[in-house]
């Protein structure tokens, strides 16, 4: 995720990290050069390039802009329900860490007991992080593999160490169920983000929004020559950038776990929780607060 100051006025026609303009600088170049021989054909052959009626684009275009928002607006709330979605883990990690303050024998100890727990919620995190980005879970050659989804296993192992508690009688029913309640939300969250990850977009909606952009971009500088001649190029690609730009940036937002600029930084959450919750236990050696690296947070 870009994290970065608002650039001023004129530095925003400059800016580069963050923006989509290096994605799709090679659909404008070509749109650019498209468009310049339309125009030279229009003016030195005119029966290869005959002059077209520019209304039905404009009507095209308005329409193409209405299809485009929804496609983004889907995509802004796919990636915004991600946030919401690790905001909750980030709150829940920290309820745990004090409704298992019970288990502590006093002030300024803290019980193994609850060193397990809070350090599997550490793990959770982490397990999670590495699901949602589809990466490998590094076995040695000859391991035996681990469960089919870690971060529930994880879940799992703090439930069976709650029910161990609470025959114990080092846990009171209340207690084991408010410890419970908190499992549930963290299950939550992540089911939601598996959702998020296993469901995209239905593809032909994607897909025709793209081709139809493509297809008008290509077909515009048809509609242009007459009027607007050599300045048609700049005005097919400034239309092109716009289109193209926004078809683009959908594609970003409609995966928020990936590791594109403007992705969630799920990493650095997870190391929140880490820095949270081995503070509450009061571990010194904690990882280092995660910062953007050239603006941009992973």
Same mark, same amino acid.
């Given at each position: 995720?870009?994290?970065?100051?608002?650039?001023?006025?004129?530095?925003?026609?400059?800016?580069?990290?963050?923006?989509?303009?290096?994605?799709?600088?090679?659909?404008?170049?070509?749109?650019?050069?498209?468009?310049?021989?339309?125009?030279?054909?229009?003016?030195?052959?005119?029966?290869?390039?005959?002059?077209?009626?520019?209304?039905?684009?404009?009507?095209?275009?308005?329409?193409?802009?209405?299809?485009?928002?929804?496609?983004?607006?889907?995509?802004?709330?796919?990636?915004?329900?991600?946030?919401?979605?690790?905001?909750?883990?980030?709150?829940?990690?920290?309820?745990?860490?004090?409704?298992?303050?019970?288990?502590?024998?006093?002030?300024?100890?803290?019980?193994?007991?609850?060193?397990?727990? #809070?350090? &599997?919620?550490?793990? =959770?995190?982490?397990? @999670? /992080?590495?699901?949602?980005?589809? %990466?490998?879970? *590094? +076995?040695? !050659?000859?391991?035996?593999?681990?469960?089919?989804?870690?971060?529930?296993?994880?879940?799992?192992?703090?439930?069976?160490?709650?029910?161990?508690?609470?025959?114990?009688?080092?846990?009171?029913?209340?207690?084991?169920?408010?410890?419970?309640?908190?499992?549930?939300?963290?299950?939550?969250?992540?089911?939601?983000?598996?959702?998020?990850?296993?469901?995209?977009?239905?593809?032909?909606?994607?897909?025709?929004?793209?081709?139809?952009?493509?297809?008008?971009?290509?077909?515009?500088?048809?509609?242009?020559?007459?009027?607007?001649?050599?300045?048609?190029?700049?005005?097919?690609? #400034?239309? &092109?950038?716009?289109? =193209?730009?926004?078809? @683009? /940036?959908?594609?970003?937002?409609? %995966?928020?776990? *990936? +590791?594109? !600029?403007?992705?969630?930084?799920?990493?650095?959450?997870?190391?929140?929780?880490?820095?949270?919750?081995?503070?509450?236990?009061?571990?010194?050696?904690?990882?280092?607060?995660?910062?953007?690296?050239?603006?941009?947070?992973?």
């Amino acid at each position: 995720m870009i994290v970065r100051k608002r650039p001023g006025a004129l530095e925003l026609f400059f800016v580069l990290k963050g923006s989509i303009l290096p994605r799709i600088w090679p659909q404008l170049l070509g749109v650019g050069l498209l468009s310049a021989l339309v125009v030279a054909a229009h003016r030195f052959a005119p029966d290869l390039a005959p002059s077209v009626d520019p209304a039905p684009f404009a009507l095209i275009g308005v329409a193409l802009s209405v299809f485009m928002s929804f496609k983004n607006n889907a995509s802004y709330d796919r990636w915004w329900e991600a946030r919401k979605l690790w905001g909750q883990i980030i709150q829940t990690a920290r309820d745990l860490a004090r409704q298992t303050i019970v288990l502590d024998p006093g002030p300024g100890q803290v019980s193994p007991e609850r060193r397990e727990i #809070l350090h &599997a919620v550490v793990g =959770f995190a982490g397990a @999670a /992080v590495r699901q949602l980005r589809r %990466e490998s879970g *590094g +076995l040695e !050659p000859g391991a035996s593999p681990g469960p089919i989804n870690p971060a529930d296993a994880f879940l799992t192992q703090i439930s069976r160490r709650i029910g161990a508690l609470l025959r114990a009688g080092r846990l009171e029913p209340v207690e084991a169920l408010t410890l419970n309640e908190s499992l549930v939300r963290l299950n939550q969250a992540l089911v939601g983000c598996e959702r998020l990850a296993n469901t995209p977009l239905p593809f032909p909606y994607a897909l025709l929004l793209h081709r139809t952009a493509y297809l008008f971009c290509f077909m515009l500088p048809f509609g242009l020559a007459d009027s607007l001649g050599w300045a048609s190029p700049l005005a097919t690609m #400034l239309a &092109a950038y716009t289109f =193209f730009g926004l078809d @683009a /940036v959908g594609e970003e937002l409609e %995966e928020p776990f *990936g +590791l594109a !600029p403007n992705d969630l930084p799920i990493s650095a959450y997870a190391t929140l929780v880490e820095i949270n919750l081995r503070a509450a236990l009061g571990e010194t050696d904690l990882p280092p607060a995660p910062l953007p690296k050239d603006y941009v947070l992973t």
